[in-house]
């Protein structure tokens, strides 16, 4: 199964799981649920067989992983996708592309892959979020009026 999002909702937290039943809730392979125990520190609820997981403590577990994945960009920092780290973009530079009229999107280089790199902020917000960065703004495509 390629890269996919798992859903702690989908985890009943008071019921009892084996292995094999937290793995097709959660649409994963019963090794990936074994890793979590063996490497990652799932906790299970003793060392008999069948092994049993607490739904409680899966989802902890789930919901602890994805906090420890989120982190907060810095003023000037983008998040490069193919890098997967954030970055501050090439040269100090980036672009502001209103896509509204009052949000746009921060364009800038990622200095080591290339990659466009993408922010999302509003125009009241740019002078925070650009921090020291070098911004051009661009107009966006003209929104239509409502007529009414």
Known sequence: MPNRR???RRIKIHQSYT????????GTHKNTVRLWINEQGLPIVDERRPILLLGSAIRKFLEDRK?????????GEFYCLKCRTPKRPAFGMADYIATSTNLGNLK?????????MNRRTSLAKLDRTK????V???AGPATP???G
């Open 145 to 147: 009026k409502r007529e």
């Open 67 to 75: 906090a420890k994945q989120k982190h907060r960009l810095a003023d």
């Open 19 to 26: 292995v094999e039943e937290a793995a097709d809730t959660l």
């Open 131 to 134: 921090g020291d960065l070098e």
């Open 108 to 116: 800038g280089l990622c200095p080591d892959c290339e990659t466009i």
């Open 6 to 8: 798992i859903d702690s």
């Open 136 to 138: 051009r703004i661009h």
